[in-house]
């Protein structure tokens, strides 16, 4: 895996991007998040907390689990949004607590939340690659769904990898500090923790832009894509955190401010998303496994002349994955 990034790639990313209209898909992301965001992290923390508390024994798993995610949204949002998100997942556990019946629908409720926001995401990386999703049957949207679930499940064991490599970071920090103390040791450990950081967000970055659009991706295109993305997300939430901090939002909005920031902090995000999205499609046509040829997801009688002045190549007519496109007229009456 190599990072090539040139002026040329990315202006073209951008001018895709905006081409694309990716304010408004972020925007709808955005809408969706905030209906899905409680049922997301309900789901994540019951998958993570019951691996910690069967594979380590540890009776508070959940907890753990629970406090990772809102210090993480705390660390890049603030304190207003991360109590925000934690009384909207207080309430969706309270519903999951009730009767049988009550906690059956809860988590059917749940589920289809979180479903929908893959959906959404899903829709938006599509647009990106510019394919038409083939039409589905009930089956095929309840196996889209099962694997949304799956992703959640992923996400679930970062997060459990997560915390367990901040926690040793934090450890063996903690023990250099006092066996060894030299100038420099907490910017060194800093260091290691943002590098950490990147490498696992890089993994979940390559499992959604794989997986999540209806195109065929190489893995060379992903990986690239999937580093890019995440090093541009690591800086944006540290810009998105300092603008949030400064900028007194939630105190103009009055009792809304809350909900406010957090819809800006998603918005954001989703933006850093799609334009890494956008990466990955031009890299993939100047330098990654779509150079000179004709994808699966495009139209191989597509004229694809490479810009002149970018050396990118013009974006095809996109058609659905596995799809052959139709034959003319003049084919069709020639096999009859």
Same mark, same amino acid.
Do not use: C
């Given at each position: 895996?190599?990072?090539?990034?040139?002026?040329?790639?990315?202006?073209?990313?951008?001018?895709?991007?905006?081409?694309?209209?990716?304010?408004?898909?972020?925007?709808?992301?955005?809408?969706?998040?905030?209906?899905?965001?409680?049922?997301?992290?309900?789901?994540?923390?019951?998958?993570?907390?019951?691996?910690?508390?069967?594979?380590?024994?540890?009776?508070?798993?959940?907890?753990?689990?629970?406090?990772?995610?809102?210090?993480?949204?705390?660390?890049?949002?603030?304190?207003?949004?991360?109590?925000?998100?934690?009384?909207?997942?207080?309430?969706?556990?309270?519903?999951?607590?009730?009767?049988?019946?009550?906690?059956?629908?809860?988590?059917?409720?749940?589920?289809?939340?979180?479903?929908?926001?893959?959906?959404?995401?899903?829709? $938006? #990386?599509? @647009?990106?690659?510019?394919?038409?999703?083939? *039409?589905?049957?009930?089956? %095929? /949207? =309840?196996?889209? +769904?099962?694997?949304?679930?799956?992703?959640?499940?992923?996400?679930?064991?970062?997060?459990?990898?997560?915390?367990?490599?901040?926690?040793?970071?934090?450890?063996?920090?903690?023990?250099?500090?006092?066996?060894?103390?030299?100038?420099?040791?907490?910017?060194?450990?800093?260091?290691?923790?943002?590098?950490?950081?990147? $490498? #696992?967000? @890089?993994?979940?970055?390559?499992?959604?832009? *794989?997986?999540?659009?209806? %195109? /065929? =991706?190489?893995? +060379?295109?992903?990986?690239?894509?999937?580093?890019?993305?995440?090093?541009?997300?690591?800086?944006?939430?540290?810009?998105?955190?300092?603008?949030?901090?400064?900028?007194?939002?939630?105190?103009?909005?009055?009792?809304?401010?809350?909900?406010?920031?957090?819809?800006?902090?998603?918005?954001?995000?989703?933006?850093?998303?799609? #334009?890494?999205?956008?990466?990955?499609?031009?890299?993939?046509?100047?330098?990654?496994?779509?150079?000179?040829?004709?994808?699966?997801?495009?139209?191989?009688?597509?004229?694809?002349?490479?810009?002149?002045?970018?050396?990118?190549?013009?974006?095809?007519?996109?058609?659905?994955?596995?799809?052959?496109?139709?034959?003319?007229?003049?084919?069709?009456?020639?096999?009859?």
């Amino acid at each position: 895996m190599s990072l090539h990034v040139d002026a040329g790639m990315l202006k073209e990313t951008y001018t895709r991007w905006n081409a694309d209209k990716a304010p408004r898909l972020a925007a709808a992301i955005s809408f969706q998040t905030i209906f899905a965001i409680a049922p997301v992290i309900v789901i994540v923390i019951a998958i993570a907390g019951t691996i910690i508390a069967e594979t380590v024994g540890h009776g508070h798993g959940h907890t753990i689990v629970r406090d990772q995610l809102v210090g993480s949204i705390r660390a890049s949002a603030g304190a207003d949004a991360a109590k925000t998100v934690d009384a909207m997942v207080t309430a969706a556990f309270s519903k999951t607590q009730q009767s049988v019946l009550a906690q059956i629908l809860a988590w059917v409720f749940l589920v289809l939340g979180a479903a929908g926001l893959f959906s959404t995401l899903q829709d $938006a #990386l599509n @647009t990106v690659w510019h394919v038409e999703p083939e *039409k589905k049957g009930i089956w %095929a /949207t =309840i196996r889209d +769904r099962a694997a949304s679930m799956g992703m959640l499940a992923a996400i679930g064991f970062l997060l459990l990898v997560t915390t367990a490599l901040n926690a040793a970071i934090a450890y063996v920090s903690a023990y250099v500090t006092r066996a060894l103390p030299f100038p420099g040791a907490g910017v060194l450990f800093g260091a290691v923790n943002i590098v950490v950081s990147i $490498a #696992l967000i @890089t993994l979940l970055f390559a499992v959604m832009f *794989k997986y999540l659009p209806d %195109a /065929t =991706i190489e893995w +060379r295109d992903v990986w690239t894509g999937a580093l890019f993305t995440s090093v541009l997300f690591v800086i944006g939430q540290a810009a998105i955190a300092f603008y949030l901090g400064r900028a007194g939002v939630a105190s103009a909005y009055g009792a809304a401010g809350s909900l406010v920031v957090l819809l800006l902090w998603v918005n954001y995000s989703s933006m850093i998303l799609l #334009l890494g999205a956008e990466f990955t499609r031009v890299y993939a046509e100047t330098h990654g496994s779509r150079i000179g040829v004709a994808p699966a997801d495009v139209d191989p009688n597509a004229k694809r002349t490479p810009d002149p002045k970018t050396g990118v190549p013009a974006a095809a007519v996109p058609a659905t994955r596995g799809d052959v496109p139709p034959p003319s007229r003049a084919e069709k009456l020639t096999i009859s």
